[in-house]
């Protein structure tokens, strides 16, 4: 999409190594063409441009169907932008439009494309990580795609000169890519989603070393975790268990020998 690369070329690579500083590293872990989804962790909204200005492959996040629905001028502006640089809208009321609404996502997997995806759901109240959600594993064994954790490091912004909010030398990165194909046949079962999310998180916090706590952010965001001591649900890491056993075959009753109605 022109519009996408002008933006990033012109816009937002330069403007981001300017000011930001970023390093990368492991960008060689990138597989050059094909679906895929990058798993990122999230410590601010910076990342959503800065990941994807710091990489060759164009990319596409799922954004909230909400901001481009916005009636202000400047949400008009946001929603103007995203759909004209490629991101696509998503339902998260639940159900049917959910499903639906994926359907945008799983076509860019299809023709080879790029989507970026925080596991946590929303950002970080505190820096820690948070318990990821499993779409991202639907998604990939659904689809077919491998998925390649993303780790940010020191991407919270901070008041710079004259109050502009700026990130202070953030990194990025980029982990060896985690096939789940063999599972593709699995996607239906909550246990091995959950596994695997699991799996692709951990393999995020091995890159950031983050701490990470085990329950959903919004429950401490806003919910009624919210200003607690979390100290209870920190764990070493996300999940750590073993792949959950196939279920048994269901035993189908013979009917050998059994009296037949007259």
Request: proline share 9%.
């Given at each position: 999409?022109?519009?996408?690369?002008?933006?990033?070329?012109?816009?937002?690579?330069?403007?981001?190594?300017?000011?930001?500083?970023?390093?990368?590293?492991?960008?060689?872990?990138?597989p050059e063409e094909g679906g895929l989804i990058m798993a990122c962790n999230h410590l601010s909204y910076g990342e959503t441009f800065l990941v994807p200005a710091m990489i060759t492959r164009r990319m596409t996040f799922p954004v909230k169907a909400e901001i481009f629905q916005q009636k202000s001028i400047g949400g008009r502006i946001?929603?103007?932008?995203?759909?004209?640089?490629?991101?696509?809208?998503?339902?998260?009321?639940?159900?049917?439009?959910?499903?639906?609404?994926?359907?945008?996502?799983?076509?860019?997997?299809?023709?080879?494309?790029?989507?970026?995806?925080?596991?946590?759901?929303?950002?970080?109240?505190?820096?820690?990580?948070?318990?990821?959600?499993?779409?991202?594993?639907?998604?990939?064994?659904?689809?077919?795609?491998?998925?390649?954790?993303?780790?940010?490091?020191?991407?919270?912004?901070?008041?710079?000169?004259?109050?502009?909010?700026?990130?202070?030398?953030?990194?990025?990165?980029?982990?060896?890519?985690?096939?789940?194909?063999?599972?593709?046949?699995?996607?239906?079962?909550?246990?091995?989603?959950?596994?695997?999310?699991?799996?692709?998180?951990?393999?995020?916090?091995?890159?950031?070393?983050?701490?990470?706590?085990?329950?959903?952010?919004?429950?401490?965001?806003?919910?009624?975790?919210?200003?607690?001591?979390?100290?209870?649900?920190?764990?070493?890491?996300?999940?750590?268990?073993?792949?959950?056993?196939?279920?048994?075959?269901?035993?189908?009753?013979?009917?050998?020998?059994?009296?037949?109605?007259?």
């Amino acid at each position: 999409m022109l519009a996408y690369h002008l933006f990033k070329n012109l816009l937002f690579t330069p403007i981001s190594r300017a000011v930001f500083h970023p390093w990368v590293r492991g960008e060689q872990n990138i597989p050059e063409e094909g679906g895929l989804i990058m798993a990122c962790n999230h410590l601010s909204y910076g990342e959503t441009f800065l990941v994807p200005a710091m990489i060759t492959r164009r990319m596409t996040f799922p954004v909230k169907a909400e901001i481009f629905q916005q009636k202000s001028i400047g949400g008009r502006i946001v929603g103007w932008f995203l759909k004209t640089v490629g991101q696509v809208p998503l339902d998260r009321s639940g159900g049917r439009a959910s499903a639906d609404g994926l359907s945008p996502v799983q076509q860019v997997l299809a023709d080879g494309g790029v989507v970026g995806i925080f596991p946590e759901g929303t950002r970080s109240p505190d820096g820690r990580m948070y318990k990821p959600k499993t779409g991202v594993a639907k998604m990939a064994l659904e689809a077919g795609v491998p998925i390649l954790p993303v780790g940010t490091v020191g991407t919270e912004f901070r008041k710079g000169l004259f109050g502009i909010p700026v990130m202070k030398r953030p990194g990025i990165i980029f982990g060896e890519p985690l096939d789940f194909s063999h599972l593709a046949d699995r996607s239906g079962e909550m246990k091995v989603l959950r596994w695997v999310t699991d799996e692709v998180m951990a393999a995020v916090q091995q890159l950031t070393g983050q701490e990470y706590v085990d329950v959903y952010a919004t429950r401490a965001k806003f919910g009624e975790l919210k200003d607690k001591d979390l100290t209870p649900f920190v764990r070493p890491r996300p999940g750590g268990g073993e792949l959950p056993p196939r279920p048994a075959p269901r035993a189908v009753e013979s009917t050998a020998g059994a009296e037949q109605p007259a």
